[in-house]
């Protein structure tokens, strides 16, 4: 799993492209809780499913 999927980032399921763009909520283990515009929450196996990162998370500064 990429470290970019990290809360925050912005990411896309690679074989539901009808969920949309989702935001990471979680990331613990393998467990990817992922809020997607179209699908509602998800939390998908990390170590199955390759999520494409659209955008990292930005650092508050």
Do not use: Y
């Not at 912005?10 to 467990?31: A, C, K």
């Amino acid at each position: 799993m990429p470290k970019a999927i990290v809360p925050g980032a912005l990411v896309r399921h690679p074989t539901e492209p009808d969920w949309g763009m989702g935001r990471v909520q979680s990331s613990i283990g393998e467990r990817v809780t992922v809020n997607f515009e179209n699908a509602g929450k998800k939390v998908i196996q990390g170590g199955t499913v390759d999520l494409i990162v659209i955008e990292e998370a930005r650092n508050p500064r």
